[in-house]
């Protein structure tokens, strides 16, 4: 299968994921190699007539943009400018990111307003068709001039033939790569060093990730809520649509109806209750996982504009005889939106861990630690403890990055987004919810064991849930090595089927 990437086809995160799950090859259609073929012809030809400097084109960057270079130079310039931005630190970007900068990159090229030549943009589509991504690293960036630093160290072995890549999974020198596909080092034209480097591919590329992972665990919580209120013998009326019809938030909407579509035909659900009300982890639920699903959305609303958009510097526009240095590179929109989508996505763990503790708080004929002989066994006692770490952690991950900045470049970058680090601690984020999650689908189900006991059944649905859950957990009689059987957990999420 073939995704063809076009200028006139607007990209959506949905096929962005169908692109990745279905393994698709990219390519470039006509109407992407035109624009690309025009800009750089365009450009070439205003070297010629231009006597004026063009930024970052005849001249240095950055605080540097005063001195002029010449025309012998350039080609040199460029390169020298990948080999020393290329300066990323601390641990590996993991490579289904890598794989998505490659992509939106040559997305950000597609629209013609770049300057890079063809064959460099390419190149870039034969790196993500034959698997083949350069190693990154996750520190570096400011999110001032776009990326400048982790997409140096993308174009480097990509582009230059420098350094380390991951090939089919295993780490080589990319010369070895070079060598047997017979490619030479791309020599880079006027401009093309900064349209490497300039863009918010690595926030974006983050970014997308991100919201695709928020989308499934957003559902899975909703799941998870509906097993873990049925294991608590909770209350339905508080998920009834006539009481969210007066206040119609749309993701509040849509947990209630999914919580009501999970548990319909539950015995549980449907008995009497000796109880008034739930505690807020239930029955504001919601309110909860709505706002949750409401900022998701609107993440992905604004990431989808950045997306399909030219994100580099200086914008090199054809038609309108211009080139022009702005700022279409900053990473503020990205940021704020990485930032707020941490915080959405924390808060389905923090209440997560709460539903986890009502259940092993001997509660509504539950046992103590859900464990039927306690004292001599701990039972779920210190999963609750590991989920409230993690929680800790997310809320400490959710301090905005946002806001910072620290002047760079001789102060000519005088206020950056800090958009890197507010897109690496947002996948942290990810990671964190879907392992709290995890532990309250081991305590619920462990919990729902009990409920059965009573001579209860729940939903069709949840039934189901949990039958394929305990292929991989077992019921937990007596104390075990319980790490093992939370990562199990973790590994059914990650591999579950959701719709």
């Given at each position: 299968?073939?995704?063809?990437?076009?200028?006139?086809?607007r990209l959506?995160?949905?096929?962005?994921?169908?692109?990745v799950?279905?393994?698709?090859?990219?390519?470039?259609?006509?109407?992407?190699k035109?624009?690309?073929?025009?800009?750089?012809?365009y450009l070439?030809?205003?070297?010629e007539?231009q006597?004026e400097p063009?930024y970052?084109?005849t001249t240095?960057?950055?605080s540097?943009c005063n001195?002029?270079?010449?025309?012998?130079q350039?080609s040199?310039?460029?390169?020298?400018?990948?080999?020393?931005h290329?300066?990323?630190?601390?641990?590996?970007?993991p490579?289904?990111?890598v794989r998505?900068m490659?992509?939106?990159?040559?997305q950000n090229?597609c629209f013609?307003y770049?300057?890079?030549q063809?064959q460099t943009v390419q190149?870039?589509?034969?790196?993500y068709?034959d698997?083949?991504?350069?190693?990154?690293?996750?520190?570096?960036?400011?999110?001032a001039?776009?990326d400048?630093?982790?997409?140096?160290?993308?174009?480097l072995?990509?582009?230059?033939?420098m350094g380390?890549?991951y090939?089919?999974?295993?780490?080589?020198?990319?010369?070895?790569?070079?060598?047997q596909k017979?490619?030479?080092?791309?020599?880079l034209?006027s401009?093309?060093?900064?349209?490497?480097?300039?863009?918010t591919?690595?926030?974006?590329?983050?970014?997308?990730w991100?919201?695709?992972?928020?989308?499934?665990?957003?559902l899975?919580?909703?799941?998870l809520?509906?097993?873990?209120?049925?294991?608590f013998?909770?209350r339905?009326?508080?998920f009834?649509?006539?009481?969210?019809q007066?206040r119609?938030?749309k993701?509040?909407?849509?947990?209630?109806?999914?919580?009501?579509?999970?548990?319909?035909?539950s015995?549980l659900?449907?008995?009497?209750?000796?109880?008034?009300?739930d505690?807020?982890?239930?029955?504001c639920?919601?309110q909860?996982?709505?706002?949750?699903?409401?900022t998701?959305?609107y993440?992905a609303?604004?990431v989808?504009?950045?997306i399909?958009?030219?994100?580099?510097n200086?914008i090199?526009?054809?038609?309108?005889?211009m080139?022009?240095?702005?700022?279409?590179?900053?990473g503020?929109?990205?940021?704020?939106v990485l930032?707020?989508l941490?915080i959405?996505v924390?808060e389905?763990?923090?209440?997560?861990?709460?539903?986890?503790?009502?259940?092993?708080?001997?509660?509504?004929?539950l046992p103590?630690?859900?464990?039927?002989k306690?004292?001599?066994?701990?039972?779920?006692m210190?999963?609750?403890?590991?989920?409230?770490?993690?929680?800790?952690?997310?809320?400490?991950?959710?301090s905005?990055?946002?806001?910072?900045s620290?002047?760079?470049?001789?102060n000519?970058?005088?206020?950056?987004?800090?958009?890197g680090?507010?897109?690496t601690?947002c996948?942290k984020?990810?990671e964190?919810?879907?392992?709290v999650?995890?532990i309250?689908?081991f305590?619920?189900?462990?919990?729902?064991?009990?409920?059965?006991?009573?001579?209860?059944?729940?939903?069709p649905f949840?039934e189901?849930?949990?039958a394929?859950?305990?292929?991989?957990?077992?019921?937990?009689?007596?104390?075990?090595v319980?790490?093992?059987?939370i990562?199990?957990?973790?590994?059914?999420?990650q591999e579950?089927?959701?719709?």
């Open positions: 299968m073939i995704h063809y990437i076009n200028p006139d086809e959506t995160i949905a096929r962005v994921k169908e692109i799950d279905n393994h698709m090859t990219l390519a470039l259609s006509d109407e992407a035109n624009r690309i073929q025009k800009c750089r012809d070439n030809r205003k070297m007539t006597k063009i970052g084109v240095g960057f950055g540097l001195i002029s270079i010449s025309k012998e350039l040199q310039l460029q390169k020298n400018l990948v080999m020393s290329a300066c990323g630190v601390g641990d590996e970007v490579q289904e990111v998505l490659l992509l939106l990159k040559v090229f013609g770049s300057g890079a063809l190149r870039l589509i034969d790196c068709n698997d083949i991504l350069p190693i990154v690293y996750q520190q570096g960036s400011l999110g001039s776009g400048l630093c982790p997409l140096a160290n993308l174009m072995p990509a582009i230059l033939g380390d890549v090939y089919h999974g295993k780490r080589c020198d990319v010369k070895e790569i070079y060598a017979g490619w030479q080092p791309i020599e034209q401009k093309e060093g900064l349209a490497l480097l300039n863009g591919q690595f926030m974006s590329s983050y970014a997308v991100s919201i695709m992972k928020a989308e499934r665990l957003s899975q919580a909703d799941m809520l509906s097993l873990s209120l049925d294991a013998d909770g339905i009326e508080p009834y649509d006539c009481l969210h007066v119609p938030h993701g509040q909407l849509e947990t209630a109806a999914n919580v009501r579509r999970f548990t319909e035909g015995q659900i449907a008995r009497h209750k000796e109880h008034v009300q505690p807020y982890s239930f029955r639920a919601p909860v996982h709505g706002a949750a699903k409401d998701i959305r993440v609303s604004v989808e504009t950045e399909n958009s030219t994100t580099d200086p090199v526009l054809p038609d309108e005889d080139v022009i240095s702005g700022g279409h590179f900053h503020e929109p990205m940021a704020m930032d707020f941490a959405a924390a389905l763990g923090s209440i997560s861990e709460r539903r986890t503790y009502q259940l092993i708080d001997a509660k509504r004929g103590s630690f859900l464990v039927a306690p004292g001599l066994n701990s039972g779920f210190i999963p609750q403890y590991a989920a409230a770490s993690i929680v800790s952690q997310s809320k400490q991950l959710c905005p990055c946002s806001v910072d620290i002047p760079s470049s001789q000519q970058e005088d206020l950056v987004s800090m958009g680090n507010a897109a601690k996948y984020v990810m964190n919810t879907e392992r999650l995890a309250e689908l305590n619920a189900a462990q919990a729902l064991d009990f409920r059965h006991q009573e001579g209860l059944k729940s939903s949840i189901q849930l949990v394929d859950y305990r292929k991989s957990v077992n019921f937990v009689d007596i104390d075990q319980m790490y093992l059987l990562h199990a957990s973790v590994k059914f999420l579950m089927k959701v719709d």
